[in-house]
């Protein structure tokens, strides 16, 4: 991603965070971490309480890979070192809810296919990906989960609306997190196609 969808993301996430704020349970409950992946994988912002989020401008190369095993192996690593598990002596995190944007497909095929499986061993409430334009690969998203989301274009209008979504997908989950298995998500704006 590059040009105005990347400022449209960084956009996105700065309106998300903004309307999380404006929900008291949320202020809370929600932690965000921030991961990118294009020709190595990085934790832009690493698990912090929703109140004390200070958002960096993503910034992507020119061109290149698109290393989406390696984002999900810091993932796992993250998951692991971050999330506190229910122990008999401790009451750990609420569930984990994980959104996974792309808008192409993995380059590093064999990392990727080796991660899938250990992403889903780590019990997130939900994880949804997002098949962010005309070039972005749904197999893959949909070998991570069946709530996958597209966006046919990548403009500003698009991504707000997604992340809105987004933002009222956390704020649901926040609330309900620990009532139920899994976390349900509200119905997504017109700009957002469910992958069915």
């Given amino acids: 991603m590059r040009g105005e969808p990347i400022q449209a993301v960084n956009v996105?996430?700065?309106?998300?965070?903004?309307?999380?704020?404006?929900d008291p349970y949320a202020l809370e409950s929600v932690h965000l971490c921030v991961i990118t992946f294009d020709i190595e994988a990085r934790e832009v912002l690493p698990l912090t309480p929703l109140?004390?989020?200070?958002?960096?401008?993503?910034?992507?190369?020119q061109s290149g890979?698109?290393?989406?095993?390696?984002?999900?192996?810091?993932?796992?690593?993250?998951?692991?070192?971050?999330?506190?598990?229910?122990?008999?002596?401790r009451k750990g995190d609420w569930r984990p809810l994980l959104f996974i944007m792309t808008d192409g497909s993995p380059?590093?095929?064999?990392?990727?296919?080796a991660a899938v499986p250990e992403v889903l061993r780590r019990?997130?409430?939900n994880i949804i990906g997002c098949a962010a334009g005309p070039k972005a690969k749904m197999e893959y998203l949909q070998q991570?989960?069946?709530?996958?989301?597209?966006?046919d274009t990548t403009d500003s209008n698009t991504f707000?609306?997604?992340?809105?979504?987004v933002s009222a997908s956390v704020a649901s989950g926040s609330s309900s997190a620990g009532v139920s298995q899994s976390v349900s998500l509200p119905p997504p704006p017109p700009e957002v196609q469910v992958v069915v």
Avoid: C, H, K, Y
């Avoid at 109140?51 to 190369?61: A, C, G, Y």
């Fill in 107 to 113: 380059s590093d095929l064999a990392a990727f296919a």
């Fill in 123 to 125: 019990g997130f409430g």
């Fill in 51 to 61: 109140e004390s989020v200070q958002l960096p401008e993503i910034v992507v190369p």
């Fill in 12 to 22: 996105g996430l700065q309106t998300m965070v903004s309307g999380l704020r404006q």
């Fill in 160 to 165: 707000s609306s997604f992340f809105r979504w």
């Fill in 65 to 89: 890979a698109t290393m989406l095993g390696a984002g999900l192996e810091l993932l796992i690593e993250r998951v692991d070192r971050d999330v506190i598990r229910n122990t008999s002596d």
């Fill in 144 to 151: 991570l989960t069946s709530n996958v989301v597209s966006l």
